[in-house]
């Protein structure tokens, strides 16, 4: 983000000698990174500007906040968790938790300037009200993850109040496949069409529309329907045809009028005339892909990216690449690790986590995003050392003094239209999801310069080899984790953990050190004489550390043996097996509960 580090320096103040000129007063230092907030407001005249950097861009680095992030106990981080494991967990955080804003910065190679091109954007999000289920939609909330998020100034009224709506690829397909399944019905009667799911709400709702539909004067053509909301008016497209003949009337939105509100639906008689009746339906079409595209809404904007097979960077983004494939892709996230993967990478094919390229690639200690961008700044003060123009107030966009190293990167100049679409400059605004998103891509670009030392000199060429090199792409780091990373593109290398034993069907809240002191009765050895630790999965299972292979080779021996009756009157029926076991046990689990959902559901 070119976050500039101001030590502080104490300054001697001499007064100014009598008839001196007054000192004139001092100028701010400019700020670093230029990103424009997008909403609702003005998505539509700002979404043209975006696709064209999308399309024009060579990457795109992106960042998430969310309402959360620990679904429940049992998803707490632990130290041995498999990939599997881990996915799990962060698969429950991004189907309970929201998504309330979604940064990205386009960074395009400028040829002729040998230098990196910035536009970067901050988009408030909100679910569409409705969706393919025809329920309504709900996400938890941390109240520690928006209190943090407040902490750093997060606007929540422009995410709650006009973000940009938005549903999945799969909702879409979804909604489409009905709306070809009712055009193509010929005349079903109300008793013989597919029945769809409804909660007791909207079933009410939908009953005391029909007596006014049921009154409609035969000599009237048009009946204008009471004023709605986006999902009652998904209602009327997705029920009416269940409960009257398709070709009795057409449904079409209008924008005022008399007897209507801006927005509000009206039926429409159709004729016998085949000609009329074909004109009626096409019209009726159109008015659900005006309706659909009003849902989609910022899924444009990641529908362009999948387009263009644009390599995507994040920092530590495990978490956020699932809530961008539960939230845009299918909110029914695969259960394996495995077809999450091969699902993920069919939509993004090109990965890159700042976090495990300065962690495993590039070596270094710190490496939270602000240790990143602290790097950032100081390596471009020690190799740029002329700092941002003073005149634009962000990143010069054109060079200095020719003898000067011009900067890797700029921000484009571009008119912004509109009030709320101000650009934001800051140079310190961690926890915005476009600041963030800035500093992602500005690291990731100095990473490969400073750190990974690619022998190429060009910054795109040793942006090119990093994208082609399978040892830095499609690699994700694994918070508090033995494991070197995730790797989306095969599988994972397993860490030993011969030294580890799952202990399941316990008593709940069992005390560990009851479980101890049984073991080493069953081993035949002093208390605190074999070392071990428990990680708590939940209150009834547990995994147990022992020192080596051997010696958790040993208890469980011991636990099949008469010895092991001290540990059997605390857990009668607990369950305890080594690592490996454990693990084939959980995937076969998780298999058959994949096979269990691919099944088609009774009617």
């Not at 030590?7 to 701010?28: D, H, M, N, Q």
């Not at 860490?495 to 049984?518: E, F, G, I, K």
């Not at 076991?581 to 096979?595: N, V």
């Amino acid at each position: 983000m070119l976050v500039v580090l101001r030590a502080a320096v104490l300054v001697l103040r001499i007064p100014p000698a009598p008839g001196s000129p007054a000192p004139a007063p001092a100028t701010p230092p400019p700020a670093m990174t230029k990103w424009v907030v997008v909403s609702r407001t003005n998505y539509a005249a700002l979404l043209p500007r975006v696709l064209d950097d999308i399309r024009e861009c060579d990457f795109v680095a992106f960042d998430c906040e969310f309402t959360g992030l620990l679904a429940a106990r049992a998803s707490r981080y632990s130290a041995l968790d498999d990939v599997a494991a881990r996915y799990a967990k962060l698969r429950d955080s991004a189907t309970a938790f929201g998504l309330l804003q979604l940064g990205l910065s386009c960074f395009r190679w400028d040829q002729a300037r040998a230098r990196w091109a910035i536009t970067a954007y901050s988009f408030h999000v909100l679910p569409a009200a409705s969706n393919a289920l025809q329920q309504e939609r709900r996400f938890a909330c941390q109240l520690g993850s928006l209190a943090f998020l407040a902490q750093w100034g997060f606007d929540f009224n422009k995410s709650f109040h006009h973000g940009i709506p938005f549903i999945s690829l799969r909702e879409e397909a979804t909604l489409r496949s009905n709306a070809t399944e009712r055009q193509s019905t010929t005349s079903p009667s109300p008793s013989t069409s597919p029945a769809l799911t409804l909660n007791a709400e909207p079933r009410l709702w939908m009953d005391g529309l029909c007596p006014a539909i049921d009154a409609w004067p035969p000599a009237t053509p048009e009946l204008v329907l009471p004023p709605m909301n986006s999902f009652q008016r998904l209602l009327v497209y997705q029920q009416l045809p269940l409960r009257y003949p398709p070709d009795a009337f057409s449904i079409s939105k209008r924008q005022g009028g008399p007897g209507c509100t801006a927005g509000c639906l009206a039926l429409r008689r159709i004729s016998a005339d085949p000609g009329a009746r074909a004109t009626a339906l096409a019209e009726e079409q159109r008015q659900l892909d005006r309706h659909l595209e009003d849902q989609i809404g910022f899924r444009r904007v990641l529908d362009a990216v999948i387009q263009h097979r644009k390599p995507i960077v994040g920092h530590n983004c495990w978490l956020d690449l699932c809530h961008l494939f539960q939230k845009f892709i299918d909110a029914q996230m695969p259960l394996q690790a495995d077809d999450f993967k091969a699902s993920l990478l069919a939509h993004f094919p090109l990965i890159l986590d700042t976090k495990f390229l300065a962690k495993s690639a590039a070596g270094l200690e710190h490496t939270h995003l602000s240790d990143l961008a602290k790097m950032t700044a100081d390596w471009l003060s020690l190799h740029y050392p002329q700092g941002p123009d003073e005149a634009s107030g962000c990143l010069p966009a054109v060079d200095p003094e020719p003898a000067v190293l011009p900067l890797p990167f700029y921000f484009k100049k571009a008119p912004v239209p509109g009030e709320d679409d101000a650009a934001v400059c800051a140079d310190d605004k961690f926890h915005d999801a476009g600041f963030d998103s800035i500093c992602t891509g500005q690291a990731f670009i100095v990473l490969l310069e400073a750190h990974l030392k690619k022998s190429v000199i060009d910054g795109h060429d040793r942006f090119t080899a990093a994208i082609n090199d399978p040892a830095l792409v499609n690699r994700l780091h694994i918070m508090q984790s033995d494991y070197d990373c995730c790797w989306l593109a095969g599988a994972d290398d397993h860490p030993d953990r011969s030294h580890v034993l799952h202990v399941s069907h316990l008593p709940p809240n069992t005390p560990s050190s009851d479980l101890q002191a049984a073991w080493h009765r069953t081993l035949d050895v002093p208390a605190g004489s074999v070392p071990m630790s428990l990680a708590w999965i939940n209150d009834q299972a547990c995994f147990v550390q022992l020192e080596s292979g051997e010696m958790a080779k040993s208890l469980l021996d011991a636990l099949a043996s008469p010895s092991a009756a001290p540990f059997k009157a605390l857990a009668p029926n607990a369950r305890i097996v080594s690592f490996d076991e454990y693990r084939l046990l959980r995937d076969q689990e998780f298999l058959e509960q994949s096979e269990q959902r691919k099944r088609p559901r009774r009617q």
